[in-house]
């Protein structure tokens, strides 16, 4: 009985660690980071769980972000983000990416930028 808790322990904490990476622009963009809406979806009985969530305006996304900013880089959203979408009680939630969805700090207002994701399916 031991054993078969830690080998759930351990494939729950794989799944932190190496969850799924989605960035969502924060408008209309073009291409693979298309925005502002996007939808995480589970398979059948299991679960989204939010594990990170910031605003990043740091890199260029083709498509998304074609000036840089740093001034609006790392800006923790997790706990904004699990408004919309509750962790572990939906199979899918669709995020908006929109900027005037997060607190974000004064000096980011009006910068394109996008969201960086990190969730798994529980």
Do not use: E, F
């Not at 622009?25 to 980071?33: L, N, T």
């Not at 199979?91 to 960086?116: E, F, H, M, W």
């Amino acid at each position: 009985m031991k054993c078969l808790a830690i080998v759930i322990l351990s494939v729950v904490l794989l799944q932190l660690a190496y969850g799924i990476q989605s960035r969502v622009c924060s408008h209309k963009g073009s291409g693979r980071y298309r925005g502002p809406k996007k939808t995480l979806k589970c398979p059948r009985g299991k679960k989204v769980r939010i594990a990170r969530a910031k605003w990043m305006a740091s890199k260029k996304l083709k498509g998304c972000v074609t000036r840089t900013t740093s001034r609006c880089t790392g800006v923790n959203v997790k706990r904004q983000l699990s408004r919309q979408c509750p962790s572990r009680k939906k199979q899918r939630c669709t995020i908006d990416a929109s900027p005037n969805k997060y607190k974000l700090p004064r000096k980011c207002k009006n910068v394109k930028g996008y969201l960086q994701i990190k969730w798994v399916c529980l």
